[in-house]
């Protein structure tokens, strides 16, 4: 099947400690995403890549770190800066060509810092 | 900043009851974006509205464009208990990239049967 596959679904970090969300998709999409999302707060753009090894930051950048060494993949590490990584986190996926392009999500990842 | 507003943020309704949710942005947008989170899930895309003034219809769901292109309206009819979720309409937040968006921050449906 194709779509987009976050692992883990869960993962618990300690204080000081980095972690990294894996991110996979096979539809061939250039474009990758990760938002973050809060209770009560919608999404929040973390960081974007349009094409393979190039990546912008998002809305909310900081404490955090990407990669996009290959076009199917593009893995987020939270860092220990990120102050408050406790949340959901979602990986996208869209074509970067025409218009009206849907974006399509990941499953998502819950992290919990303890 | 770009800013995308929905209201309300909560909302319960009795089976069969109609729903609402409104979306406002502070800038024109080329388009809106619509998804649906079912609790425990991700976002998924509903729709899209381009045009002004557009209005398009998903079996109960009717979705509107505003003339002015900044705002924007989900109408659920005679609501089920599968329409249960939040949310979120969603505006291009400037760029190239498709699908760097901003997103309300949602509206969270009950329906009680």
């Known amino acids: 099947d194709g779509g987009i596959t976050q692992s883990p679904k869960y993962l618990f970090r300690k204080e000081g400690q980095n972690v990294t969300l894996s991110c996979e998709q096979n539809?061939?999409?250039?474009?990758m995403y990760w938002y973050r999302q809060d209770p009560g707060q919608g999404l929040r753009l973390i960081y974007y890549?349009?094409?393979?090894?190039?990546?912008q930051k998002g809305d909310i950048a900081e404490g955090y770190s990407v990669s996009r060494e290959k076009k199917e993949s593009f893995p987020l590490t939270v860092t220990s800066a990120q102050k408050n990584p406790t949340a959901f986190y979602l990986c996208?996926?869209?074509?970067?060509?025409?218009?009206?392009?849907?974006?399509?999500f990941g499953e998502g990842s819950w992290l919990t810092v303890v | 900043g770009q800013q995308v507003m929905q209201i309300p943020q909560y909302q319960h309704v009795q089976e069969g009851e109609d729903f609402t949710t409104y979306c406002n942005s502070s800038?024109?947008?080329?388009?809106i974006q619509w998804y649906k989170q079912r609790p425990g899930g991700h976002p998924v895309f509903l729709i899209q509205?381009?045009?002004?003034?557009e209005v398009k219809k998903q079996k109960r769901l009717t979705f509107q464009f505003g003339e002015a292109k900044k705002n924007s309206s989900l109408h659920i009819t005679a609501t089920q208990t599968t329409d249960v979720g939040t949310y979120f309409c969603?505006?291009?937040?400037?760029?190239?990239?498709?699908?760097?968006?901003?997103f309300g921050q949602g509206t969270i449906l009950t329906v009680h049967p």
């Open positions: 996208a996926s869209s074509m970067e060509r025409g218009t009206g392009n849907t974006i399509y």
């Open positions: 539809l061939n999409h250039d474009a």
């Open positions: 890549s349009q094409i393979v090894n190039d990546f």
């Open positions: 800038t024109t947008l080329s388009n």
């Open positions: 509205l381009v045009k002004s003034g």
């Open positions: 969603a505006g291009p937040a400037g760029g190239t990239s498709y699908g760097k968006l901003t």
